[in-house]
């Protein structure tokens, strides 16, 4: 979901000050309980004193996460806000009808997401969206240990036998930047993506052009041309390959892109795109990020995703 241009970006210096102030301890008030990992293998924590840190997410479905503290609301939302995604969230976790009445289809409700269809509805175009309110991506919740691993949940849904699995040969799964998301409530994409995506990314991967570790996201070598599956023409990505999606991408995002390069969170977009071969899923992701300041970038992850049929 895509359009309509916020104007109320965050500095990225009071982002990067609020993110590192903000421990696992104060998040603790935000509602809930036990939190889920956020960090793994080459990941600096957000919060170096609140380790050791469990290093797996927790199961979805599990107990409740932390939500941002109200201190954050004016950064992250407020409980009380009109955006119709997060209405329908309401809808979904407490039974509140939109004020226009339209129910949305809850696909699937835990305590930390739900799950909806995207638009055009039909079997490949999803969304996942968190029970808290948390508008999007410059959110500072997002990248502390507390916060609920929303991708990886999106995975275990969207993957083939996953409880709202996306029926489509390539899946991709993307968030746009504020600036190019039309609705205020974050939301996962859970979409397609076109064969010569995977093929394109593979080739890469053999050509050494993706990053083997997160410290080296940035670096010129592991940038590269994609295809826009919309028609778009060519956009750059920056490209890594992990092999769990159990580390906050979030907080690598804004580790090792953001805080290294002096850009604003809030103008990031994020794609992950399984590594899929004959035989089914080949247990790695791609993980691509871009942003307006590199040639060719984008601050939305519309261009690689197929919403339609």
Known sequence: MNGTRKTNDMPRRRFVALSGALGAGALLTGAGGGASAATGPGAAPAD????????????????????????LQNLCGSPADTDPLWQDVQYCTRGIVPPSGQKPDCLKTTPNYVVLHGKPENQHDYLLLPSCRITGIECPFLVTTSVANYWQDA???????????????????GINSQAARRMNQLHIHMAGVLPGTQR???DLEAAGRVAPQPSQWGDPQFRALMTGADGSGDRTYRILRLGTLTQNLFDLVNLYVVRRFGLDMAGQTLIV???MTAAGFAGSFYVLNSDSSLPSGTDTCDHLLVYGP
């Open 273 to 275: 795109v399984p590594k």
């Open 155 to 173: 995975w275990e849904n969207a993957r083939r036998g996953g409880d709202v699995p996306v029926r489509y040969d390539n899946i991709g799964l």
């Open 48 to 71: 170096a004193s609140c380790c050791p840190c469990p290093t797996d997410p927790a199961p979805p479905g599990g107990g409740q996460n932390p939500c941002p503290p109200a201190h």
């Open 200 to 202: 394109r990314l593979q």
